[in-house]
């Protein structure tokens, strides 16, 4: 929730790191959610408003982007 790489997305890179060292023309491609901003029970959840969990989404995403990147995958949005 600092913006810092996803848990979800550090476990999903060492698992299909594996996976593609069986299935090398595998090329994972991460499509991460960005739409809770707007989810007023979210927002109290992690006590942040709207744009502040906005920014930490945003960072999140960068550097969830980068993480993936240096595997040479991709991340969407």
């Not at 927002?43 to 960072?59: I, M």
Request: aromatic share 6%; net charge neutral.
């Amino acid at each position: 929730m600092n913006g810092g790489i996803p848990l979800s997305v550090k476990t999903q890179i060492e698992f299909l790191k594996k996976v593609v060292t069986v299935m090398q023309n595998t090329k994972p491609l991460f499509l991460i959610s960005d739409l809770d901003s707007d989810n007023e029970a979210i927002l109290k959840a992690v006590r942040r408003t709207r744009e502040e969990f906005e920014l930490c989404v945003k960072n999140s995403l960068r550097a969830a982007r980068e993480a993936v990147g240096t595997q040479g995958w991709e991340a969407d949005p």
